[in-house]
């Protein structure tokens, strides 16, 4: 009369295994985090991407050299 724990588990589908998937998400949103809480791990991050960012070293003397013509 009443159905077998078998039969009732065959009817039903099966769940699908996402551990990858879930995984995977865990570990972009974690990184996510991890680089607006740090600013030394984003800079970092974008120096990679991007590459270093160039400094300029702007002294008097280079200016008032490049303004003048040579005498000639």
């Known amino acids: 009369m009443g159905k077998r724990k078998k039969d009732v588990e065959e009817v039903k589908p099966k769940k699908k295994k996402r551990r990858l998937r879930k995984l995977f998400f865990l570990a972009i949103v ?11 791990l984003r800079s970092t991050v974008l120096d990679k991407l991007f ?6 070293n702007y002294s008097e003397s280079a200016g008032a ?6 005498d000639a």
Do not use: N, Q, Y
């Open 30 to 40: 974690g990184g996510g985090v991890a680089l607006a809480r740090s600013e030394s």
């Open 51 to 56: 590459g270093a960012e160039k400094e300029f």
């Open 65 to 70: 050299d490049a303004g003048t013509t040579p």
